[in-house]
Protein backbone atom coordinates (compact mmCIF):
# COMPACT_ATOMS: atom_id res chain seq x y z
CA UNK A 1 0.00 0.00 0.00
CA UNK A 2 1.08 3.13 -1.23
CA UNK A 3 1.69 5.80 2.36
CA UNK A 4 0.57 9.14 1.93
CA UNK A 5 2.83 11.91 1.69
CA UNK A 6 3.01 13.93 5.18
CA UNK A 7 3.74 17.60 4.57
CA UNK A 8 2.66 19.77 8.15
CA UNK A 9 3.79 22.83 7.16
CA UNK A 10 1.21 22.68 4.28
CA UNK A 11 -1.93 21.58 6.40
CA UNK A 12 -0.69 24.15 9.11
CA UNK A 13 -0.49 27.07 6.45
CA UNK A 14 -4.16 26.10 5.06
CA UNK A 15 -5.30 26.25 8.54
CA UNK A 16 -3.73 29.42 9.15
CA UNK A 17 -5.72 30.67 5.83
CA UNK A 18 -9.03 29.30 6.83
CA UNK A 19 -9.07 31.09 10.33
CA UNK A 20 -8.33 34.40 9.03
CA UNK A 21 -10.63 33.76 6.42
CA UNK A 22 -13.43 33.30 8.84
CA UNK A 23 -12.49 36.60 11.06
CA UNK A 24 -14.11 39.81 9.93
CA UNK A 25 -12.11 41.94 11.18
CA UNK A 26 -8.89 39.85 10.68
CA UNK A 27 -6.44 38.34 13.30
CA UNK A 28 -2.96 39.46 15.25
CA UNK A 29 -0.34 36.33 15.11
CA UNK A 30 -0.70 35.79 18.77
CA UNK A 31 -4.52 35.54 18.12
CA UNK A 32 -3.93 32.25 15.19
CA UNK A 33 -1.63 30.75 17.21
CA UNK A 34 -4.08 31.24 20.37
CA UNK A 35 -7.20 29.64 18.21
CA UNK A 36 -4.73 27.06 16.35
CA UNK A 37 -2.45 25.47 19.02
CA UNK A 38 0.39 27.01 17.08
CA UNK A 39 3.35 28.07 18.22
CA UNK A 40 3.62 32.12 17.53
CA UNK A 41 7.58 31.30 15.62
CA UNK A 42 5.79 28.82 12.98
CA UNK A 43 2.92 31.06 12.56
CA UNK A 44 4.63 34.12 12.44
CA UNK A 45 7.27 31.73 9.77
CA UNK A 46 3.58 30.95 7.67
CA UNK A 47 2.28 34.31 7.96
CA UNK A 48 5.29 36.03 6.67
CA UNK A 49 5.57 33.25 3.02
CA UNK A 50 1.33 33.95 2.89
CA UNK A 51 1.93 37.75 2.98
CA UNK A 52 5.27 37.43 0.54
CA UNK A 53 2.48 35.91 -2.03
CA UNK A 54 -0.33 38.12 -1.71
CA UNK A 55 -2.41 35.34 0.15
CA UNK A 56 -3.09 37.63 3.23
CA UNK A 57 -2.24 41.15 4.00
CA UNK A 58 -1.06 42.49 6.88
CA UNK A 59 -2.43 46.20 8.71
CA UNK A 60 0.77 47.75 9.25
CA UNK A 61 -1.48 49.87 12.21
CA UNK A 62 -3.62 46.69 13.68
CA UNK A 63 -0.94 44.72 13.14
CA UNK A 64 -4.28 42.01 12.20
CA UNK A 65 -4.01 39.55 9.04
CA UNK A 66 -6.54 39.55 6.60
CA UNK A 67 -7.22 37.67 3.46
CA UNK A 68 -5.25 38.65 0.42
CA UNK A 69 -5.76 39.53 -3.36
CA UNK A 70 -3.99 36.32 -4.56
CA UNK A 71 -6.37 34.16 -2.91
CA UNK A 72 -9.35 35.83 -3.44
CA UNK A 73 -7.83 35.38 -7.30
CA UNK A 74 -7.54 32.01 -6.86
CA UNK A 75 -11.17 31.80 -5.57
CA UNK A 76 -12.40 33.69 -8.59
CA UNK A 77 -10.79 31.29 -10.65
CA UNK A 78 -12.32 28.26 -8.96
CA UNK A 79 -15.63 29.41 -8.43
CA UNK A 80 -15.63 29.81 -12.45
CA UNK A 81 -14.66 26.81 -12.94
CA UNK A 82 -18.05 25.45 -11.66
CA UNK A 83 -19.60 25.98 -14.74
CA UNK A 84 -22.22 22.62 -13.64
CA UNK A 85 -23.88 25.42 -12.10
CA UNK A 86 -25.52 26.98 -15.05
CA UNK A 87 -25.82 23.47 -16.80
CA UNK A 88 -27.85 22.41 -13.29
CA UNK A 89 -29.74 24.89 -12.67
CA UNK A 90 -33.08 24.72 -15.51
CA UNK A 91 -33.57 21.28 -13.89
CA UNK A 92 -33.53 21.83 -10.20
CA UNK A 93 -35.76 24.69 -11.18
CA UNK A 94 -37.84 21.74 -12.72
CA UNK A 95 -37.59 19.62 -9.84
CA UNK A 96 -39.07 22.24 -7.12
CA UNK A 97 -42.03 22.87 -9.25
CA UNK A 98 -42.62 19.12 -9.24
CA UNK A 99 -42.17 18.21 -5.27
CA UNK A 100 -42.55 22.09 -4.44
CA UNK A 101 -39.47 21.29 -2.03
CA UNK A 102 -36.65 23.17 -2.06
CA UNK A 103 -33.94 21.64 -4.04
CA UNK A 104 -30.17 21.94 -2.88
CA UNK A 105 -26.85 21.40 -5.10
CA UNK A 106 -23.67 20.17 -3.51
CA UNK A 107 -19.72 19.38 -3.89
CA UNK A 108 -18.07 17.06 -1.35
CA UNK A 109 -15.06 18.98 0.28
CA UNK A 110 -12.88 17.22 2.40
CA UNK A 111 -14.95 16.61 5.57
CA UNK A 112 -17.68 18.39 4.44
CA UNK A 113 -20.02 19.05 1.58
CA UNK A 114 -20.19 22.80 0.40
CA UNK A 115 -23.83 23.83 -0.81
CA UNK A 116 -23.12 25.61 -4.42
CA UNK A 117 -26.82 26.29 -5.66
CA UNK A 118 -29.81 25.89 -4.19
CA UNK A 119 -33.57 26.41 -5.97
CA UNK A 120 -35.96 27.64 -2.68
CA UNK A 121 -39.44 26.31 -2.72
CA UNK A 122 -42.33 28.73 -3.22
CA UNK A 123 -43.78 27.98 0.23
CA UNK A 124 -43.47 30.16 3.00
CA UNK A 125 -42.46 27.41 5.22
CA UNK A 126 -39.06 25.78 3.52
CA UNK A 127 -36.04 24.65 4.39
CA UNK A 128 -32.92 27.28 2.89
CA UNK A 129 -29.58 27.91 3.53
CA UNK A 130 -27.16 30.29 1.95
CA UNK A 131 -24.98 29.23 -1.14
CA UNK A 132 -21.63 28.34 0.54
CA UNK A 133 -22.90 26.95 3.50
CA UNK A 134 -20.87 23.90 5.00
CA UNK A 135 -22.41 20.30 6.26
CA UNK A 136 -20.80 17.71 8.10
CA UNK A 137 -20.00 15.12 5.16
CA UNK A 138 -21.65 12.87 7.45
CA UNK A 139 -24.90 14.47 7.62
CA UNK A 140 -27.79 12.37 7.48
CA UNK A 141 -28.27 11.17 3.52
CA UNK A 142 -25.23 13.28 2.48
CA UNK A 143 -23.03 11.15 4.21
CA UNK A 144 -24.56 7.88 3.11
CA UNK A 145 -24.29 9.38 -1.09
CA UNK A 146 -20.58 10.24 -0.32
CA UNK A 147 -19.40 7.28 1.57
CA UNK A 148 -21.12 5.24 -0.71
CA UNK A 149 -19.02 6.28 -3.53
CA UNK A 150 -16.17 5.33 -1.54
CA UNK A 151 -14.55 1.78 -2.36
CA UNK A 152 -15.64 -0.18 1.19
CA UNK A 153 -12.68 -0.42 2.87
CA UNK A 154 -11.90 3.45 1.98
CA UNK A 155 -15.24 4.31 3.83
CA UNK A 156 -15.05 2.28 6.56
CA UNK A 157 -11.38 3.30 7.00
CA UNK A 158 -13.13 7.34 7.05
CA UNK A 159 -15.54 6.05 9.39
CA UNK A 160 -12.76 4.31 11.63
CA UNK A 161 -11.18 8.34 11.90
CA UNK A 162 -14.35 9.91 11.86
CA UNK A 163 -16.84 8.17 14.06
CA UNK A 164 -20.46 8.61 13.53
CA UNK A 165 -22.46 11.81 15.22
CA UNK A 166 -26.03 11.62 16.30
CA UNK A 167 -27.54 14.95 15.36
CA UNK A 168 -30.91 13.46 16.45
CA UNK A 169 -32.82 10.80 17.76
CA UNK A 170 -33.07 9.09 14.13
CA UNK A 171 -29.43 9.38 13.34
CA UNK A 172 -27.83 5.87 12.89
CA UNK A 173 -25.05 5.47 14.76
CA UNK A 174 -24.34 2.15 15.25
CA UNK A 175 -21.44 0.63 12.40
CA UNK A 176 -23.39 -2.40 11.19
CA UNK A 177 -26.08 -0.80 10.24
CA UNK A 178 -24.88 2.24 8.56
CA UNK A 179 -22.73 -0.35 6.86
CA UNK A 180 -25.90 -1.88 5.60
CA UNK A 181 -27.74 1.81 4.90
CA UNK A 182 -24.14 1.95 2.51
CA UNK A 183 -25.47 -1.09 0.67
CA UNK A 184 -28.82 0.29 0.42
CA UNK A 185 -27.72 3.35 -1.23
CA UNK A 186 -24.92 1.74 -3.71
CA UNK A 187 -28.27 -0.70 -4.89
CA UNK A 188 -30.53 1.48 -5.25
CA UNK A 189 -28.76 5.05 -6.62
CA UNK A 190 -29.98 7.28 -3.69
CA UNK A 191 -29.81 8.00 -0.25
CA UNK A 192 -32.83 9.14 2.54
CA UNK A 193 -32.53 11.37 5.18
CA UNK A 194 -35.51 10.57 7.67
CA UNK A 195 -35.17 12.87 10.74
CA UNK A 196 -31.38 12.16 10.72
CA UNK A 197 -29.78 15.29 10.57
CA UNK A 198 -32.82 17.65 11.76
CA UNK A 199 -35.84 16.66 13.49
CA UNK A 200 -38.50 16.80 11.75
CA UNK A 201 -36.91 17.19 8.44
CA UNK A 202 -36.73 14.71 5.65
CA UNK A 203 -34.44 14.49 2.45
CA UNK A 204 -33.88 12.23 -0.83
CA UNK A 205 -30.47 12.72 -2.38
CA UNK A 206 -29.00 11.55 -5.82
CA UNK A 207 -25.68 11.32 -7.38
CA UNK A 208 -24.43 13.74 -10.48
CA UNK A 209 -21.57 12.57 -11.99
CA UNK A 210 -20.03 13.33 -15.35
CA UNK A 211 -17.81 17.16 -14.08
CA UNK A 212 -14.23 15.88 -14.45
CA UNK A 213 -13.40 13.97 -11.17
CA UNK A 214 -15.81 15.43 -8.67
CA UNK A 215 -19.10 13.71 -7.58
CA UNK A 216 -22.06 16.31 -6.82
CA UNK A 217 -25.02 15.47 -5.15
CA UNK A 218 -28.47 17.07 -6.27
CA UNK A 219 -30.85 16.65 -2.55
CA UNK A 220 -34.49 17.56 -1.73
CA UNK A 221 -35.21 18.86 1.20
CA UNK A 222 -38.97 19.44 3.47
CA UNK A 223 -40.30 19.43 6.61
CA UNK A 224 -41.75 16.26 7.11
CA UNK A 225 -45.34 16.85 7.10
CA UNK A 226 -45.24 17.88 3.55
CA UNK A 227 -42.68 15.12 2.48
CA UNK A 228 -44.97 12.66 3.50
CA UNK A 229 -44.20 8.92 3.36
CA UNK A 230 -47.21 8.98 0.32
CA UNK A 231 -44.70 11.57 -1.55
CA UNK A 232 -41.82 10.40 -0.93
CA UNK A 233 -41.57 7.58 -4.15
CA UNK A 234 -42.77 10.20 -6.29
CA UNK A 235 -39.97 12.36 -4.61
CA UNK A 236 -37.63 9.97 -5.23
CA UNK A 237 -38.10 9.14 -8.79
CA UNK A 238 -37.85 13.12 -9.87
CA UNK A 239 -35.06 13.85 -8.00
CA UNK A 240 -32.96 10.33 -9.48
CA UNK A 241 -34.60 11.97 -13.19
CA UNK A 242 -33.29 15.51 -12.34
CA UNK A 243 -29.83 14.03 -11.21
CA UNK A 244 -29.45 11.78 -14.55
CA UNK A 245 -30.67 14.70 -16.46
CA UNK A 246 -27.87 16.78 -15.44
CA UNK A 247 -25.57 13.95 -15.61
CA UNK A 248 -26.42 13.07 -19.48
CA UNK A 249 -25.67 17.07 -20.13
CA UNK A 250 -21.88 17.31 -18.25
CA UNK A 251 -21.18 14.14 -20.16
CA UNK A 252 -21.93 15.80 -23.29
CA UNK A 253 -20.02 19.71 -22.66
Known sequence: MTKKYQAPIVKKAFLILDVISKSSQGLKISEISSRLDISKSTVHGITAALEDLGAILRNPVSKKYSIGITLMELGKAAYE????????????????????????LGIRNAHKVTVIDIVESRKDFKITSPIGTTLPLLAGAIGKLFLSQMEAKDAQKYLNSNPLIKFTANTIIDPVQYARELEKVQKNGFALDDEEY???????????????????????????????????????EQTLAAADKITKKLSAQ
Open 81 to 104: RLDFKNIARPFMEELMEQCQESVF
Open 198 to 236: ISGVRAVVAPVKGYFNYVLAIWVVGFKASMSRKKMPSII
